[in-house]
């Protein structure tokens, strides 16, 4: 059976999960401050702050951003679910717009959905390619919008030349073992804010005046206060000791995954009804996923693909989801069509690509793909 995707994990990371465990210190700690440092330090962002993963990080950006009831966040519905209820959970409501044929959000359909309620702009690099930070940047600018990256999919990428982390003051990533580095659970969020990191450190333990280390080290009793009603959003000291061990193996492992994308490309670049996935002059992707659009001409469709797949012991996914079709946005807006996210989520297959992936695996996809594609 060759999976979709597996986390790249070794001795290193269960000797320092063993080590953390032995130390008696297992949540937040000194392990997540240290990942915090080298993650910032590998971004280029001035601050880092570890959350249980990438979901309550976007939470928390929405949050400090000042987004609530009444506003409105532009996002596309072409996403994980997690995207959009990021907005829900602040009560705000996310304003779908269309993505291009990079499955990324696209720039004029976003500036159409712009309203007075708007607040912000969740642009997200999806499958690991990065968005057009530049143009989103000036559209944010123009109308005085919060620009939010979600960059779940998107460690190791680059931009014009710098990681992604770096561009805007709330990015926010995934270390789910679907992402390419992985703490089981995990998230971060970088920014250059200092009074939102301030509170976004705050607010993921509980609005705590007073941090369980602070306290700990303290020769002087000291009392907390809570001040304002906060979450618990922590990432442990287990996890963090995992993800500096996957940290620095990002660089090497995005190298490893862009060789594999590479085949890929010149396995399949002779198929006239696929449309392979590119990558523009200015961004380098991690690859986080291998994303192949059928067109309307493609002799088998993309169900009867992956099941033929599957039947030859090759598992893949659907492409990205959409949001707007999902019954827990469809019920608010039963009426909403988005028939490019929508064709592209019909018509796309993911396939397996992972670290290790031997050659023989690699020849073994992409000979059993073209069989059921009958080419
Ligand atoms: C995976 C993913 C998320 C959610 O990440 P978690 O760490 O599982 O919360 C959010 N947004 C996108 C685009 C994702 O791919």
Redesign the pocket.
């Known amino acids: 059976m060759i999976p979709i995707a597996k986390p790249y994990l070794g001795e290193l990371e269960a000797q320092a999960a063993y080590d953390t465990i032995l130390t008696g210190w297992i949540t937040q700690g000194p392990r997540v401050a240290e990942f915090e440092e080298k993650f910032a330090a590998y971004t280029g962002a001035k601050y880092a702050v570890a959350v249980s993963?990438?979901?309550?990080g976007?939470h928390l950006a929405m949050l400090v951003a000042g987004i609530g009831p009444g506003d409105e966040v532009i996002c596309p519905s072409m996403?994980?679910i997690?995207?959009a209820n990021s907005v829900t959970y602040v009560g705000a409501v996310p304003v779908f717009a269309e993505v291009g044929t990079d499955y990324n959000l696209d720039l004029e359909d976003a500036a159409r959905k712009i309203s007075p309620r708007t607040k912000a702009i969740l642009l997200?690099h999806?499958i690991g390619l990065p968005g057009n930070i530049d143009g989103f940047r000036a559209l944010a600018d123009k109308h005085g919008l919060v620009l939010i990256e979600?960059a779940?999919?998107a460690a190791g990428s680059s931009y014009k030349g710098k990681k992604i982390g770096s561009h805007s003051d709330l990015v926010c990533f995934?270390?789910?073992p679907?992402?390419v580095i992985s703490t089981g659970?995990?998230?971060m969020v970088t920014t250059g804010n200092e009074a939102w990191y301030q509170r976004m450190k705050l607010l993921r333990q509980h609005g705590m005046s007073v941090n369980d280390r602070v306290r700990h080290e303290s020769s002087k009793v000291i009392f907390e206060d809570h001040i304002e009603v906060g979450y618990n959003y922590r990432m442990t000291d287990i996890q963090a000791a995992v993800g500096i061990h996957q940290l620095a193996k990002l660089d090497w492992l995005v190298a490893e995954r862009r060789k594999i994308a590479a085949r890929y490309q010149e396995a399949f670049g002779d198929i006239p009804f696929l449309r392979l996935p590119s990558e523009p002059e200015d961004c380098i992707t991690n690859w986080q996923s291998y994303s192949i659009y059928l067109k309307p001409e493609c002799p088998v469709s993309r169900n009867e693909l992956m099941q033929n797949l599957l039947d030859k012991g090759i598992s893949t996914r659907r492409g990205v989801m959409t949001t707007h079709r999902e019954t827990a946005y469809s019920i608010k807006a039963p009426g909403l069509r988005l028939p490019v996210s929508e064709d592209l989520a019909d018509r796309s297959i993911i396939i397996p690509l992972y670290i290790p992936m031997e050659l023989s695996e690699i020849e073994t996809v992409i000979a059993e793909f073209r069989k059921a594609l009958g080419v």
Do not use: E, M, P
């Open positions: 993963n990438c979901t309550t976007l996403s994980y997690a995207s997200v999806q979600d779940a999919c995934s270390f789910h679907r992402k659970d995990g998230g």
